[in-house]
């Protein structure tokens, strides 16, 4: 028997399930779904969405009858990854050689699950609740990841130094080891943090999720102001870090978006960016909102529907989101216009 796990069948079970034709999906975090699946399995469990029983399409689709998913397990009950099964190198993210982004071979590692921020337009596939990894185990992921070769991990928390203790123990322990990596977090916890420690303990690269200069003004949950941008990507320029920013182009009543003010801030902005454009995407709080506008009333049963809701959002946005993207493009701090300079 096949099963399915992650969050496209976390939320749209039914419809995931004939579009990759397996036998079941399992609801809930990848990993605790695929144990939780097995266990239910093995005891004889034959419903076709799992844990629950399967319900009729049209009941199944809508977010007051989801699917419960499986309980998280304990992040201590998980095994250890076994990176000797992994061809390590053939992996790679922006690593940092020089001081600019290149990309090469790359780890991963994630110490924390979860954000305790609410942004709307976000899919939070740990949710909202801040759940630590033992720092040993951490230690140990990323010693693993170097044994096998690498020099570079990414750490995939949404927030890194969200939690003061917790980050700054970890940095403290990552120190003299070696490795370099790259995190992402926000601008107010830059400002917060101790930004030199995360430079001895490796970090030579940290990504804001920056999004617009007007992010805080268009209801989305992200108060972030312009000036704690700017002061974010200084500060961990001057701890020698390289500063990245997540430009996000089309959130709803962006004025600065629909003014194109949003291309000459990208342009003065002393970091690399990258791009995207609002995906309105299942599991979040503005999907939910916006998505019926957009599917005849009601939400999306497939994930075509949901494909068409996003076209259909971006055709009717006041201004032409391609042309503005290709506008971001052709600055010389995009990151996709990063050259690393030629060894040697
Ligand atoms: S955008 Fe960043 S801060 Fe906001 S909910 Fe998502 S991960 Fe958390």
Sequence with gaps: RTVAVGPHGTHLPVSTRAELGVDHIACGEADSATVGAVRALLAGADASVLPGAAAPHNLLESPESRPRPFPN?????????????????????????????????????????????????????????????????????IEAQQAAGLEFVFFLDYVFGINRVFYSELCARLEGRG??????????????????????????????????????????????????????????????????????????????????????????????????????????????????????????????EVQEVTRRYRAAYPIDLDQQQQRLIELPNYLGNAIAPVAG
Excluded at 94 to 111: K, R, T, Y
């Design 179 to 304: 490795v370099g990596w790259v995190g992402q977090t926000r601008a107010e916890v830059v400002l917060k943090s101790d930004v030199a420690a995360w430079a001895r303990a490796g970090c030579q690269g940290m990504w804001l999720g920056a999004e617009s200069p007007a992010i805080a003004d268009t209801g989305v949950h992200k108060r972030v102001s312009e000036a704690q941008i700017e002061e974010a990507v200084l500060k961990l320029r001057d701890a020698g870090i390289t500063p990245f920013a997540f430009v996000l182009l089309g959130l709803p009543q962006d004025q600065a978006c629909v003014s194109g003010r949003l291309v000459d801030w990208a342009a003065k902005l002393p970091a690399w960016f990258g791009i995207n454009q609002l995906y309105l995407r299942p599991g979040t709080a503005l999907y939910d909102e916006l998505a019926p506008r957009y599917n005849g009333g009601v939400l999306p049963a497939t994930w075509r």
């Design 73 to 141: 397990l304990r992040l201590e009950e998980l095994a250890f990854p076994a990176y000797d099964l992994v061809p390590t190198a053939d992996y790679t993210a922006e690593v940092i050689s020089g001081g600019l982004p290149l990309p090469g071979p790359c780890g991963m590692v994630l110490a924390a699950r979860g954000c305790t921020y609410g942004c709307t337009f976000c899919h939070l596939p740990f949710g909202t609740k801040m759940r630590n990894q033992p720092l040993d185990r951490v230690v140990c992921e």
